[in-house]
């Protein structure tokens, strides 16, 4: 088929309205959702190239803010992920920092703390706080426990002990249950740089 003078410009027309940065943006912002921000922000930049470029070519508007849309959230979710997990990963740097030194965790200040709040909290409970000898707060990959041993003020033993889910922590607070002589309690946990705080409920 001979091809027109028509089909020609046909052609011209259609390459004009091709907006090569549009689409770009668009597979990089469906990619984002995979590799994140190394697809995400270059979903922005194209998109905002290809917004730019459709304001002339009339092609490519839907596909870029679509694009910049997945791109943005790409962006978002990691800062959300990253400001969940700084806090417990601020304790876990600090338990690593004594073990690397060859130190008891227990002589931390940060453990020193967190194992006061603990005994006061006992004492809440009926157990006798000079009595309370606690082990250090030990981070095993999924949870963090702590276990103590004392005497009730009526003078029975007491036998504690308390587990919180890793993943629970990440928003820097969470409620954990306590165990005295298998009596159940609900404490509130907290991380604030590196620091864990205990409060009973």
Not at 36 to 65: C, D, T
Not at 104 to 110: H, R
Not at 144 to 164: F, H, Q
Request: charge should be negative.
């Amino acid at each position: 088929m001979a091809h027109t003078l028509m089909d020609t410009f046909e052609d011209s027309d259609a390459d004009v309205r091709h907006n090569g940065a549009a689409t770009a943006s668009l597979v990089l912002g469906l990619l984002s959702i995979l590799l994140s921000v190394l697809a995400g922000v270059p979903a922005v930049l194209a998109g905002v190239v290809g917004l730019a470029r459709a304001r002339s070519r009339g092609a490519g508007a839907v596909k870029s803010v679509v694009g910049i849309v997945f791109g943005l959230a790409s962006v978002a979710v990691l800062v959300i992920v990253v400001n969940l997990v700084m806090p417990l990963w601020s304790t876990v740097q600090t338990v690593r920092d004594y073990q690397a030194q060859g130190l008891p965790l227990s002589e931390a200040p940060e453990a020193q703390e967190a194992l006061a709040q603990a005994k006061a909290a006992l004492a809440q409970w009926g157990v006798e706080p000079s009595s309370v000898t606690c082990g250090s707060p030990s981070p095993d990959g999924t949870s963090i426990s702590l276990d103590c041993s004392g005497t009730m003020l009526a003078g029975e033993p007491a036998a504690v002990t308390g587990s919180c889910p890793v993943m629970s922590l990440l928003g820097g607070e969470a409620t954990c249950e306590a165990r005295v002589n298998g009596e159940p309690h609900q404490v509130r946990v907290t991380l604030v740089d590196g620091v864990p705080g205990i409060e009973p409920l």
